[in-house]
């Protein structure tokens, strides 16, 4: 099986999308490196922030490929996210990431018909797993979007002993009490990916191995010098980072964070071509993209991101 050791920074990349809404995929080559320039080392593809669940399963193969041929000489992991809102779909995203040469697989929960038990939750991520046992397999947490909301200490228990290739945890809540339980339990054994941006340094301290995110993608060298400052032990370095980065991300949250405004703000900020997101997401006007930049300059955004 692959190791699943992942350490250090994960981008959520975006998908890029031309104009009229088709992926553009040339773009992630120059993307790979652009991530690299910032000190991101590894992806995790077709999330949240990559529109995932906006994406018919071709799109979602034909992206993935993309990702593990441009980041393999390049990139310290390539995660595919194959969470779907049925179990042969994901089977199915499973599989080809399997054969297509991925490091590691990731799902979220299906969101529709949500599972009811922990139990049920763990057979649903089991079959996935086994049909791609030499990959180890990622539960993706995310409460606020898929609305399943279960203890992931007890989840992780029983997922250890009934999948032998699940590979640890990408834990993107704010509920750190909950995380620090993880890690006491699982440090040594499984990968603990922290998702929440504003609050890194935190689930550092508490011993996360990874962050995983996607403000990322365009202000890595932020996350970049408290992943370094944090795991040299110095928290107060690291914390002037961080608090930076949540008022970056402040910014945005008081124009209505979405997709559509991060796409945006990337764009304008790394000048990459990522357009568009895809229905029933949307762009944000100009005005609004105006404000967010003119805003970030304000707080010395563009000095910072360097
Ligand atoms: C809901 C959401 O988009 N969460 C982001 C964070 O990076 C988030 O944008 C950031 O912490 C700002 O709240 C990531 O955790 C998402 C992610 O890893 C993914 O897109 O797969």
């Known amino acids: 099986m692959k190791t699943n050791k992942v350490r250090g920074l994960i981008a959520a990349p975006f998908t890029p999308m031309h104009?009229?809404?088709?992926?553009?995929?040339?773009?992630?080559?120059?993307?790979?490196?652009l991530l690299l320039?910032?000190?991101?080392t590894s992806v995790f593809v077709n999330g949240t922030t990559g529109e995932g669940t906006s994406l018919t399963l071709e799109e979602r193969k034909i992206i993935a490929e993309k990702w593990i041929e441009a980041g393999k000489a390049k990139l310290d992991k390539v995660i595919i996210h194959v969470g779907t809102a049925n179990l042969k779909d994901s089977q199915e995203l499973a599989r080809h990431a399997a054969k297509a040469?991925?490091?590691?697989?990731?799902?979220?929960?299906?969101?529709?018909?949500?599972?009811?038990?922990?139990?049920?939750?763990v057979d649903y991520l089991a079959e996935i797993a086994k049909v791609a046992p030499d990959l180890p397999l990622f539960y993706y947490e995310i409460p606020e979007m898929t609305g399943v909301k279960f203890d992931m200490c007890h989840m992780m228990e029983l997922a250890v002993q009934k999948i032998p290739n699940f590979g640890g945890i990408k834990f993107t809540s704010f509920d750190l009490p909950t995380f620090a339980r993880c890690v006491d339990k699982f440090a040594d054994k499984l990968s603990l990916c922290y998702g929440k941006d504003e609050q890194l340094v935190s689930?550092?301290?508490?011993?996360?191995?990874?962050?995983?995110?996607?403000?990322?993608?365009?202000s890595g060298m932020i996350?970049?010098?408290?992943?370094?400052?944090a795991k040299a032990g110095n928290f107060?370095?690291?914390?002037k980072d961080q608090i930076f980065s949540a008022k970056m991300i402040g910014v945005m949250f008081d124009e209505g964070f979405d997709v559509g405004v991060n796409k945006a703000v990337m764009q304008a900020v790394t000048g990459l071509p990522v357009g568009p997101p895809r229905l029933p997401l949307a762009a944000p006007s100009k005005e609004k993209i105006d404000r967010i930049m003119s805003r970030l300059k304000e707080i010395d955004f563009f000095e910072k991101r360097k």
């Open 19 to 33: 104009e009229n809404g088709e992926i553009n995929l040339p773009v992630i080559d120059k993307y790979v490196d």
């Open 101 to 121: 040469g991925a490091d590691m697989i990731g799902s979220m929960p299906t969101f529709f018909f949500r599972p009811a038990s922990i139990e049920l939750l």
């Open 37 to 40: 320039e910032q000190g991101v």
């Open 236 to 239: 107060k370095e690291a914390t």
């Open 203 to 218: 689930a550092l301290l508490l011993g996360a191995h990874a962050g995983v995110g996607s403000t990322y993608n365009y």
């Open 223 to 229: 996350y970049s010098r408290i992943f370094k400052a």
